[in-house]
């Protein structure tokens, strides 16, 4: 009964509720004699699947991050934490907003990262939309939720993307005399928050966190099924190669 579910439970949900129907539409298509738009559903069904299977997003993700590694000794002088998305405005228990997936991930990393230097974090990322807080300041609230002491944290709250991300934790580095910076984003941002970094002049060593693969990590049947989450992935890995292509070609 496990195994049924495991096995009918994705196509009851999207996306694999969606690859039946277009599935049954492209047969009920071909039976009609309309091939080209038999198909077009068709491929429609078979692009979906593919891209909301967990061995593909495991490939687009492992080409991230292949070649990452844990620091098993970081040492620095600050921290510089990346935030990615927010919650604007929604209640929380010490304020309105809360940090997305991603973000909280990078905080968690970050605060360790802290209690074991003792040295400040830089958190960077501004506001998601004109009217909400920015990243940082939501970030920060849960920072020091967290214990760390609000004077280890130095808010960057302008800035709109990783380049820019880049770009303003220089000038504070700069400022404050820090030269050994750790720079802390999820595993699969790490490529394009390098290329900026070095970009626009600071030398930063990788921390990476939230990594999702490992050389060598087994294939189970249940990664080829269809799955809301590694559709999640898929797009998230695609959105990063298309900021590397993008970026490259802008800087």
């Known amino acids: 009964m496990f195994l049924v579910k495991k096995i009918v439970t994705p196509f009851l949900l999207p996306p694999g509720a969606l690859i039946l129907l277009l599935s049954a539409a ?14 077009v559903l068709l491929s429609a069904a078979l ?9 593909t997003a495991r490939w687009l993700m492992g ?10 000794s970081p040492q620095a002088d600050v921290i510089i934490m990346l935030g990615g998305s927010a919650y604007s405005e929604v209640p929380d228990l010490s304020g309105r ?7 909280m991930e990078r905080m968690v990393a970050a605060a360790r990262l ?14 998601v939309h004109a009217t909400s807080e920015s990243i940082a ?13 609000a004077d280890q944290i130095i808010l960057e709250d302008q800035s709109r993307d990783t ?9 504070i580095c700069d400022r404050a005399g820090f030269r050994r910076p750790l720079l802390v984003t999820s595993g699969y941002h790490l490529k394009r928050s390098l290329f900026c970094f070095q970009t626009v002049g600071l030398a930063v ?12 990590k087994p294939v189970h049947w249940y990664h080829f099924l269809p799955d809301a989450d590694a559709m999640a992935a898929s797009a998230a890995a695609l959105h990063e190669w298309l900021g590397i292509v993008f970026y490259h070609i802008a800087y």
């Open 137 to 149: 300041t939501v970030t920060r609230r849960f920072l020091i939720d967290l214990g760390i002491a």
């Open 26 to 39: 492209a047969v009920w298509t071909f039976r009609r004699k309309g091939r080209g738009g038999g198909w």
């Open 97 to 103: 907003g809360t940090p997305g997936p991603n973000t």
């Open 205 to 216: 060593t990788p921390f990476p966190c939230a990594l999702t693969t490992a050389p060598g």
């Open 63 to 72: 080409r991230l991050e292949a070649g990452l590694a844990v620091p098993p």
């Open 114 to 127: 802290q209690r074991r230097l003792g040295v400040p974090i830089i958190v960077s990322g501004g506001r």
């Open 47 to 55: 692009l979906l699947w593919f891209f909301s299977a967990g061995i």
């Open 163 to 171: 380049y820019e991300n880049a770009l303003f934790s220089k000038r």
